[in-house]
């Protein structure tokens, strides 16, 4: 008698979106501590802190995008759109609460942007890899 195959346990989008940001930010805990070490030891001055705060946003959005795609199965608005809303939502309601009056919309906005394009590219690049109709 054959054996049976068992099914492949399948996480739901909604565990897939909370797993990817909850990864998103520990990269964002990570690569901000390594920054700040920068600083600290002098390897870095404090100028060139907005661009190095720009590519921590993206590399963790793409890293949460990344996260959240399926292989093989998924599209582009679920799977990398709103991850990347909710990272950079989440990101702006926290400068929000940590400084209120230095908080700044355009900020939060260019913020949100970023973090919806590094998680949409993020969900591309591991969508693309895992459907063969690209190869």
């Known amino acids: 008698m054959p054996k049976k195959r068992k099914k492949v346990k399948t996480q739901k ?3 897939r979106v909370i797993t990817g940001v909850a990864m ?3 990269c964002v805990a990570i690569l901000l501590a390594i920054f700040s070490f920068t600083i600290y030891k002098g390897m870095l001055d404090y100028d060139s802190s ?3 705060v ?4 993206v590399i963790s959005a793409m890293l949460c995008g990344y996260w959240v795609a399926k292989t093989g199965e998924g599209n582009i608005i679920k799977c990398g759109l709103l ?7 989440i990101i702006a309601i ?7 009056e ?13 973090s919806a394009a590094g998680s949409t590219t993020g969900s591309i690049i591991k969508l693309c890899k895992s459907n063969k109709k690209y190869h």
Do not use: C, E, H, Y
Request: hydrophobic content about 60%; aromatic content about 12%.
């Open 13 to 15: 989008l909604s565990d």
């Open 24 to 26: 998103g930010f520990v």
């Open 50 to 52: 907005d661009w190095i």
């Open 54 to 57: 720009i590519a921590v946003n």
């Open 83 to 89: 991850p990347g809303i909710i990272f950079g939502f």
């Open 94 to 100: 926290l400068s929000l609460a940590i400084r209120i």
């Open 102 to 114: 230095a908080f700044s919309m355009t900020q939060s906005l260019k913020i949100l942007l970023i």
